[in-house]
């Protein structure tokens, strides 16, 4: 799939994208609308960033935190509630990498070394875990998420516990093919850890469930 390099060309296609939400919120919640609009959104998204990235996953992720009615037999006004909620939250992350996209159009920074920082001047993988997670548009709700926990760990020795297992288990959803035997050991320390701590987390895993291989 050819990489869009038109900054001005990817901000289009994500606000025509953008134009279509209000139309697909009054459509069957989950329906075959909605699953062709986010399909073709998230291929949107490959196109600009490339296959698997955080933007990708971030779009997936938009809303899901705190709406399990995708999942479970709730009623049609709870599905409707949290459709148009997650709705909402995707209507805001493309706004947010649409404007990521216009300040790369319009100003570059220098002194980046590709370690650091991809073509549209974006943090790494590797460094989304600082403190400047709270303050970037681009990281996706699960970084969010696995931030929240590392930045209230005040121990040293279990703050580096803590990142290794969290840093793993979320590179591991994030692979095309998620390994159970992977996930499990990663998700037990998370349980021994802390119940709030599992459980914010838990919605993410239950999004890419579908992709959980053995």
Known sequence: MKQIKDLGAAIQLIEMQLKDIGNIGAKVPYGLEYSFWEDFT???????????????????QAGRGEC??????????????????????????????????????????????SDEANEFGLLSK??????EISKSRDASPLDHAVY?????????????????????LRDELLEPNPSWAKLKH?????????????FSILPFIVLYIRKISD
């Open 42 to 60: 998230a291929k949107i998204i490959d196109r600009i960033y490339g296959k698997d990235s955080r933007q990708r996953h971030g779009f997936e």
């Open 126 to 131: 590797n460094n989304i875990y600082s403190d």
């Open 186 to 198: 990663n998700m037990i320390w998370l349980i021994e850890f802390g119940k709030e701590e599992f």
């Open 68 to 113: 399990f009615s995708v999942f479970d037999s709730y009623s049609e006004y709870q599905r409707r509630e949290d459709f148009l909620e997650i709705m909402r939250c995707k209507k805001e992350y493309l706004e947010n990498l649409i404007r990521e996209l216009a300040d790369k159009s319009t100003e570059e920074e220098p002194g980046k070394s």
């Open 148 to 168: 929240e926990i590392i930045s209230k760990i005040k121990d040293p020795a279990i703050l580096e516990e803590a990142r290794l297992n969290l840093i793993a």
